[in-house]
């Protein structure tokens, strides 16, 4: 149906930057709303960041201020940009979307993307 497919995880520096993208593979179904969750080890997956088809975006509260989300509809792409890490931001970071077509909605999940923040 769609495939989800991210890049941009690394290593940085506590107070770095890195930007997470996540394009969405073409598919009939439309792409509603996307976001990034992340899971950190031990821990269960948490929501980060989302963001509507019309641009309205709603953040964790441990990341408002630092991480920004943003999409291309164009290019079926959603972004993260994530400043002023800190290394609780150590986490594998996957992408979602939910879709839709004639009344069906489905969602789909990324692979992962590990980004890990030394101190």
């Known amino acids: 149906q769609v495939q989800l497919v991210e890049s941009g995880g690394g290593l940085v520096q506590a107070g770095g930057s890195l930007t997470l993208s996540c394009a969405a593979s073409?598919?009939?179904?439309?792409?509603?709303?996307m976001g990034w969750y992340r899971q950190a080890a031990g821990k269960q997956r948490e929501l980060v960041a989302a963001?509507?088809?019309?641009?309205?975006?709603n953040y964790a509260d441990f990341v408002k201020g630092r991480f920004t989300i943003s999409r291309d509809n164009a290019k079926s792409t959603v972004y993260l940009r994530m400043n002023s890490l800190k290394p609780e931001d150590t986490a594998v970071y996957y992408c979602?979307?939910?879709?839709?077509?004639?009344?069906?909605?489905?969602?789909?999940w990324g692979q992962g993307t590990q980004v890990f923040v030394s101190s």
């Open positions: 979602h979307a939910d879709l839709s077509r004639l009344g069906v909605t489905i969602d789909a």
């Open positions: 073409r598919s009939a179904f439309s792409l509603n709303a």
């Open positions: 963001i509507t088809s019309a641009g309205s975006a």
